[in-house]
C-alpha cells in the first residue's frame, strides 16, 4: 500500500494546458480502471474532479480531463484559470483497498 | 445530494483515543460505504480505511491496523472513526467521504475534524 507517485509541483500561465502524471503499479492504476482526481483549496475539503479515469462529474469544467496509459494516470487542465490553483490529488482503487498520491500543487503564474 | 457533517475539533494527550463522528442526511448510511480520510498539517490525503460492499466487511489500512475501529449507527445515520494509541504523528484533519455502492470515488466529503495530539 504504497502512495502513488506525483510532481510536487507543477505551473503555467493563464490559457496553457498543464498535465499531472500519477504513476502506481499494476495493483492498483495499472490494474483498475478507478483513478479519480481531487482539487483542494487552502483551507477546504478534496472536491472530485475526476473518476473512473476520465469521466466527469456534473459541474466540473470540460478544461478539466484524465487518462491513463499502463500504470500512469494524468489530470490535463486546459485554459488555466486562476481559481485552478490549488492542490490536485490522484487516488485509484487497489483491490478493497484505496490509494492516493502524495500530491501536486498547481500554481498559476 | 449527501450531507456529512462531522464532529467539533478534539486535543488529546498522547497514549489517549479519539471518536470522530460523520452525521449523515439526504441518504441513509445503508445506501453508502463509508470511508476516512486524514491530513496531517501541511502534508497529503491519507486513506484510513471503510466499508468494502464487495467483501462485505471494513478494510482498514495496514498502518492503522490494530489502532483504529470504524463502526455505523444506522438508526442515526452517523459513522464514527476511533483512533486509539494517539500519537504525535497523528495529529491531522479527518475527513470522512462515502463511496456509493458500485462507484470507486468519493463524491462528497465531510467538513473535517481537527485532531490534536499533544501533550
Known amino acids: 500500500q504504497s502512495a502513488l507517485t506525483q510532481p510536487r509541483s507543477v505551473s503555467g500561465s493563464p490559457g496553457q494546458s498543464v498535465t499531472i502524471s500519477c504513476t502506481g503499479t499494476?495493483?492498483?492504476?495499472?490494474?483498475?480502471?478507478?483513478v479519480s482526481w481531487y482539487q483542494q483549496h487552502p483551507g477546504k475539503a478534496p472536491k472530485l474532479m475526476i473518476y473512473d479515469v476520465s469521466k466527469r462529474p456534473s459541474g466540473v469544467p470540460d478544461r478539466f480531463s484524465g487518462s491513463k496509459s499502463g500504470n500512469t494516470a494524468s489530470l490535463t487542465i486546459s485554459g488555466l484559470q486562476a481559481e485552478d490553483e490549488a492542490d490536485y490529488y490522484c487516488?485509484?482503487?487497489?483491490?478493497?483497498?484505496?490509494?492516493f498520491g502524495g500530491g501536486t500543487k498547481l500554481t498559476v503564474l | 445530494q449527501v450531507q456529512l457533517v462531522q464532529s467539533g475539533a478534539e486535543v488529546k494527550k498522547p497514549g489517549a483515543s479519539v471518536k470522530v463522528s460523520c452525521k449523515v442526511s439526504?441518504?441513509?448510511?445503508?445506501?453508502?460505504?463509508m470511508h476516512w480520510v486524514r491530513q496531517a498539517p501541511g502534508k497529503g490525503l491519507e486513506w484510513m480505511g471503510g466499508f468494502d460492499p464487495e467483501d462485505g466487511e471494513t478494510i482498514y489500512a495496514q498502518k492503522f491496523q490494530g489502532r483504529v475501529t470504524m463502526t455505523e449507527d444506522t438508526s442515526t445515520d452517523t459513522a464514527y472513526m476511533e483512533l486509539s494509541s494517539l500519537r504525535s504523528e497523528d495529529t491531522a484533519v479527518y475527513y470522512c467521504?462515502?463511496?456509493?455502492?458500485?462507484?470507486?470515488?468519493?463524491?462528497?466529503w465531510g467538513q473535517g475534524t481537527l485532531v490534536t495530539v499533544s501533550s
Open positions: 487516488c485509484s482503487y487497489a483491490g478493497s483497498y484505496m490509494v
Open positions: 439526504g441518504y441513509t448510511l445503508t445506501e453508502l460505504s
Open positions: 499494476s495493483s492498483d492504476v495499472g490494474g483498475y480502471n478507478y
Open positions: 467521504a462515502p463511496r456509493w455502492g458500485g462507484s470507486y470515488q468519493f463524491d462528497y
